[in-house]
């Protein structure tokens, strides 16, 4: 069973940006990898996702805001977010395999 390790969530103010990591414990270079977050009182919902050949793919909210984009020499997966909103407070989760991270959390807030 593959290990996630997401980091570098934090509290940023609107209109700011912050990049998100994701360190799997074995090869994910042949899987699909995606981004998940959830708000209080709300489900779980993608925001984005990238295949082995880094073909990508994100949810209507966040496109032209949010990159994802991946290493696969080092196993990791990456969420670039900028101009990041309120509505983008959330945990985020990183998926691979079947597994999820522990989550990581994003707070937008002046």
């Known amino acids: 069973q593959v290990q996630l390790v997401e980091s570098g969530g934090g509290l940023v103010q609107p209109g700011g940006s912050l990049r998100l990591s994701c360190a799997a414990s074995i090869t994910s270079r042949v899987y699909t990898m995606a981004w998940y977050r959830q708000a209080p009182g709300k489900q779980r919902e993608l925001v984005a996702a990238i295949t082995y050949n880094s073909s990508t793919s994100y949810a209507d909210s966040v496109k032209g805001r949010f990159t994802i984009s991946r290493d696969n020499a080092k196993n990791s997966m990456y969420l670039q977010m900028n101009n990041l909103k309120r509505e983008d407070t959330a945990v985020y989760y990183c998926?691979?395999?079947?597994?999820w991270g522990q989550g990581t959390q994003v707070t937008v807030s002046s």
């Open positions: 998926w691979s395999r079947n597994a």
